[in-house]
């Protein structure tokens, strides 16, 4: 299988696992975390030689754990198998269900071990929290409440897990590029920057510079496009 494949792959079960997790009420963290530890097991893994689905319903499991959230194993199993299989009845109790517990189970200690119980990440959520409070601070308050960046920073970080650079850039430089993207979505500049010594995001990140943010908004353009294109496909 190609790479472009396997992308598509992995783009189309962390929808599933996403997809999942809202039906489960979960929060954006134990999401985050479960999508992690999804692409970090394939990062050392081949696609070909595991079943991406049940990993990914064994990364919700283990997330919750991970994130204490309260979800039993037994919904984990049903809500997952119903987001997988649509058009299927719901799950009974009985042989199926059993048998799917027993995978997710067994898979969750596969997948501690293969990560060497390193499953436990900085996200940057509390980052983004934190430099769009400050940038608020910096804006028109009328401006800031009209034009809804907040909103398409934490969609952009959201949408951010689809893909596997996660696993390749310090969550407070993705929270900045989040920012600067959803800036660039909305025409915004931040006032006064063309005479600061300083530019907003250096102020946020002293080792953050633009090719880096550049670099970060091109992945996320990339993911896009998959999207796109898999929404086009699907029609």
């Given at each position: ?15 599933y ?17 479960a ?51 649509k ?9 199926t ?7 997710v ?46 909103r ?47 530019k ?36």
């Open positions: 299988m190609s790479s472009d494949n396997e992308a598509r792959v992995h783009f189309r079960v962390i929808r696992m996403h997809e999942a997790g809202l039906k489960l009420h979960l929060q954006s963290v134990p999401l985050a975390t999508s992690t530890i999804y692409h970090r097991f394939f990062r050392q893994a081949a696609l070909k030689d595991f079943d991406p689905y049940l990993i990914g319903a064994t990364c919700i499991s283990l997330a919750c754990k991970v994130e204490e959230e309260s979800v039993r194993l037994r919904d984990i199993v049903n809500v997952c198998y119903r987001t997988l299989h058009n299927k009845a719901p799950l009974e109790i009985g042989e269900f059993w048998a799917l517990r027993e995978s189970a067994s898979c969750e200690l596969f997948l501690l071990r293969a990560l060497k119980f390193k499953v436990v990440f900085p996200h940057p959520h509390k980052y983004l929290v934190h430099y769009l409070r400050a940038l608020s601070d910096w804006v028109e308050p009328k401006v800031w409440e009209e034009v809804p960046v907040c398409t920073a934490w969609a952009m970080l959201r949408d951010s897990y689809h893909s596997s650079f996660c696993l390749d850039h310090p969550p407070e430089h993705v929270a900045v590029a989040v920012i600067y993207f959803a800036l660039l979505t909305h025409g915004l500049e931040v006032p006064c920057q063309k005479y600061a010594k300083k907003w995001w250096q102020v946020f990140s002293k080792d953050l510079s633009l090719d880096i943010i550049q670099d970060i908004i091109t992945k996320l353009m990339t993911m896009y496009d998959m999207e796109n294109q898999l929404s086009s496909s699907s029609r």
